[in-house]
C-alpha cells in the first residue's frame, strides 16, 4: 500500500479526485483481518475506497485495501490519526477504543454503528444487560466477583455452568465450562481468575444453533438475510448452513428477536445475531457482533447482496440490497488450522485442492502470515440446487474422517 499518499487528508483528496467510485465516502474500517479482507474485496467491485488500520503490516487486507495504516485499533493517538484519513469509521472488530471513538463521534466523525453500540457489545456482559432491559429472551446470567459469588451463581442456575471472559472474547477464547462445583475454581482460572472481568451464564440447553444477519441503512431501513444453522466444534464456528432447516415459526421467531435486538442499537451496518434454538421450540440471544460476521460468509456466493457489500451500502447510506438467497442451499466450511507450520499448510492446500475439484465450491484463503491451531485460516462455501446435494458435495471434499461431520 502507498504509504506516501496517506500524508494526503481527506478533504484535499475530495478536491482533487474527481468521483469515480459508486460511493466517493472514504471509509476507515478498525481491523483488517478475513473480515476486513472481505469488505475490501466487495469495496472493489464497486470502487469505494477502504482504508484499513491493523497493527500487523501483513494482515488479510492489506494487500487489497487502499491504504494500510499499520497501528493498533485500541489505542487513542492512533484512531483519532486515522479517522483524519477516513469520512466514515467502522469496524470489523469490536475490541476497539470505544472511548476514543465516543470523543471522536463528539468533535463529528461518524461512525457506523455508533459508538454507543460497540461499547455495549464489546462488553459482554453489559451486552447482556441491554439486551435482557430491552425484552430479549436470553440465558439468565450474573456478574462474579470472587469464590463466593460464583458458588452462589452455581447454586441458582446449576451445572454445567457457562463461565465467560466480560472482554476480549472470540472464537470461545473466553469461555470456560464448569461441569460442576468441584472445577468451578479451575474454570474461572482458566479464564485468568477474576481480575479481567468474568460473569456466568446459565447453561442453554440447545438443540440447534442458529444466527441471522440483520442490516440497518443510514435511513434505519431493516433488512435481514435468511436464518442460518450454525455448528460449532469446540467453541469454534465450524460449519454454517443456509438456509436452515426450521419450520416457518421457527425462522420467523429467530428474524423477530434479531431485528429487535438490533433495533436497540444505535447506528448503521450489518449486525450478526446468534441465537440458540431450544427443545421446546424457544430462541434465546447468545450475543451479537456489530459487523460482518462468519454465520454470513456464505452471503458472497449464495445471497444477491453478501453481508460485506451490505454493509458498505448500509454505512456509506446507499440503498440496502437485496439479501434473500439466489441459489437453493449452500454450506459454508471454516478452514481452521490443523497444525502449526508446513504440516498444517499442506493440510489445508490438500482440502482447498480437493474444492477447486468440487461443483458449486469456492475457495476463501485469507493470506493469514502462519497458521496455529484452530486459527481460521480460510473456508469454503458449497451451493447447489438442495440442501441435500450441497451436503454430499461437502461429505465428499471433505475425506473419510471427518466426512461424518456434515
Ligand atoms: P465468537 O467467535 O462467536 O465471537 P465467543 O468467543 O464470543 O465466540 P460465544 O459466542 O459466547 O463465544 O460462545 C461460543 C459457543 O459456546 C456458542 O456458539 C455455543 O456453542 C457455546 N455457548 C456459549 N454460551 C453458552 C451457554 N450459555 N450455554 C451453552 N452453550 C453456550
Ligand atoms: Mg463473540
Ligand atoms: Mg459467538
Not at 454493509?311 to 449452500?330: E, N, Q
Request: hydrophobic share 35%; aromatic share 6%; charged share 25%.
Amino acid at each position: 500500500s502507498c504509504r506516501a499518499s496517506m500524508e494526503t487528508d481527506v478533504s484535499q483528496r475530495k478536491e482533487n479526485a474527481p468521483a469515480h467510485g459508486v460511493s466517493e465516502t472514504v471509509v476507515g474500517v478498525l481491523g483488517g483481518g478475513q473480515l476486513g479482507r472481505m469488505l475490501c474485496q466487495a469495496a472493489s467491485q464497486m470502487s469505494i475506497t477502504v482504508n484499513i488500520l491493523d497493527p500487523m503490516v501483513n494482515c488479510p487486507a492489506s494487500t487489497i485495501c487502499h491504504h494500510h495504516m499499520v497501528g493498533s485499533y485500541d489505542n487513542s493517538t492512533t484512531v483519532e490519526e486515522f479517522a483524519k484519513r477516513c469520512e466514515i469509521l467502522t469496524v470489523e472488530i469490536e475490541h476497539v477504543d470505544a472511548d476514543t471513538l465516543e470523543k471522536l463521534e463528539k468533535q463529528g466523525v461518524d461512525c457506523q454503528p455508533k459508538a454507543s453500540t460497540i461499547r455495549i457489545i464489546q462488553d459482554k456482559f453489559l451486552q447482556k444487560v441491554h439486551f435482557s432491559r430491552h425484552g430479549i429472551p436470553l440465558p439468565k446470567f450474573i456478574q462474579i466477583e470472587d469464590e463466593e459469588s460464583a458458588k452462589r451463581a452455581g447454586e441458582q442456575f446449576g451445572y454445567p455452568l457457562m463461565v465467560k471472559s466480560r472482554r476480549l472474547a472470540y472464537d470461545g477464547r473466553g469461555n470456560a465450562v464448569a461441569k460442576s462445583e468441584e472445577v468451578l475454581t479451575s474454570a474461572i482460572n482458566a479464564l485468568g481468575g477474576f481480575g479481567h472481568g468474568l460473569y456466568v451464564e446459565q447453561w442453554a440447553p440447545f438443540v440447534k444453533e442458529l444466527a441471522v444477519i440483520v442490516a440497518r441503512g443510514r435511513d434505519n431501513s431493516i433488512s435481514c438475510y435468511p436464518v442460518v444453522e450454525t455448528v460449532h466444534r469446540e467453541n469454534i464456528c465450524h460449519i454454517v448452513k443456509s438456509p436452515a432447516n426450521e419450520s416457518w415459526k421457527i425462522m420467523k421467531l429467530a428474524t423477530d428477536i434479531a431485528s429487535k435486538a438490533v433495533a436497540s442499537l444505535e447506528g448503521a451496518g450489518v449486525f450478526a445475531v446468534e441465537l440458540f434454538l431450544t427443545e421446546d421450540g424457544q430462541i434465546l440471544l447468545n450475543e451479537v457482533a456489530p459487523r460482518p460476521h462468519n454465520s454470513g460468509h456464505h452471503t458472497i456466493e449464495s445471497c444477491y447482496t453478501s453481508q460485506y457489500e451490505q454493509h458498505l451500502r448500509a454505512v456509506v447510506g446507499l440503498p440496502l440490497g437485496d439479501p434473500s438467497m439466489k441459489a437453493p442451499a449452500s454450506i459454508m466450511y471454516n478452514i481452521l488450522g490443523e497444525d502449526e507450520g508446513e504440516r498444517g499448510f499442506i493440510l489445508a492446500h490438500e482440502l482447498i485442492r480437493r474444492a477447486l475439484c468440487t461443483p458449486g465450491a469456492s475457495v476463501h484463503w485469507y493470506d493469514k502470515p502462519d497458521m496455529r491451531k484452530q486459527r481460521k485460516m480460510g473456508h469454503i462455501t458449497v451451493v447447489g440446487p438442495s440442501m441435500g446435494i450441497v451436503e454430499a458435495r461437502v461429505k465428499s471434499l471433505l475425506n473419510e474422517e471427518n466426512a461424518d461431520e456434515t
